[in-house]
């Protein structure tokens, strides 16, 4: 063996080292980050079909002069206080719900906005349009009929 041999094949060994443990470490945050988005999209999926099945439900019973109340859940993150996000409708047929990267840290510091779309198959009539662009999760959406 030669002079120096194994203090050279020490340092190939620690660099190696350091190279996995960076990309090991660089997976798992773009992991979590991508597990957070998926909860996300799939909380507001859940909200606008909650949403849509109101509509049906204010549909059916128009004309009686019934009230239907529904508290819009925050989105909740694991680690972090629930966030915000804002609800609009695009007509005829979609409910649009958005978490934007001021409500949430991680999203601003990726710059980004989660946004999903919930078709709905009950028509959306002008009248919701401005009752649900003015709620937001966290808050009450009230449909009179």
Partial sequence: ?????????????????????LSLANFRDEFTKDQ?????????????SAIV??????????GFGHVISYNIPKISVLGSNPIECGLNAVL?????????SSHYQKLAAAGTTIKTNV???VPITSSIV????SA??????????
């Fill in 53 to 62: 099945k109101l509509l049906a439900n204010e549909k059916k019973i128009s």
């Fill in 92 to 100: 005829p047929n979609t409910i649009t719900i958005t978490v934007d």
């Fill in 36 to 48: 957070e988005e998926l909860s996300i999209r799939a909380q507001q999926k859940q909200i606008g």
């Fill in 136 to 145: 937001k999760c966290g808050g009450e959406l009230t449909l009179s009929s």
């Fill in 1 to 21: 063996m030669k002079r120096g041999q194994i203090s050279f094949d020490l340092v190939l060994a620690v660099t190696i080292m350091l190279i996995f443990m």
């Fill in 119 to 121: 078709y709905s198959v």
């Fill in 130 to 133: 401005t009752d649900i662009s």
